[in-house]
């Protein structure tokens, strides 16, 4: 079993920054690719950017693309996403993910461990 437990959101205005922590326990933290996804009221849980066990990058969604940048510090079992110049849209509960071998990175159904959520809220 994976426990995950989410940090770091909260209200801020248009253009400011945030910056999300997962910390993760219970299993070897390098065996895990990380993922951070989110879900806007209504709307379906998007894949937001991912770390892969070795640590390689990938930013999946074009709205975070140039504006996300997803980090992981293996020792202290903490992946990060570090979320500049905010806009209404980014407005959602982000959830951290993880699994030892997500077969579709993009898709929810790939992760068998999720945290709780943290809300981040971007006001106009």
């Known amino acids: 079993q994976v426990q995950l437990v989410e940090s770091g959101g909260g209200l801020v205005q248009t253009g400011d920054s945030l910056r999300l922590s997962c910390a993760a326990s219970?299993?070897?933290?390098?065996?895990?690719?990380m993922a951070w996804f989110r879900q806007a009221p209504g709307k379906e849980r998007e894949f937001v950017a991912i770390s892969t066990r070795s640590g390689g990058v990938i930013y999946y969604s074009e709205s975070g693309k140039g504006r996300f940048t997803i980090s992981r510090d293996n020792a202290k079992n903490t992946v990060y996403l570090q979320m500049n110049n905010l806009k209404p849209e980014d407005t959602a509960l982000y959830y951290c993910?993880?699994?030892?071998?997500?077969?579709?990175?993009?898709?929810?159904?790939?992760?068998?461990?999720w945290g709780q959520g943290t809300q981040v809220t971007v006001s106009s």
């Open positions: 993910a993880a699994d030892q071998n997500p077969f579709i990175i993009a898709s929810s159904n790939s992760y068998n461990y």
């Open positions: 219970g299993r070897a933290f390098t065996s895990l690719t």
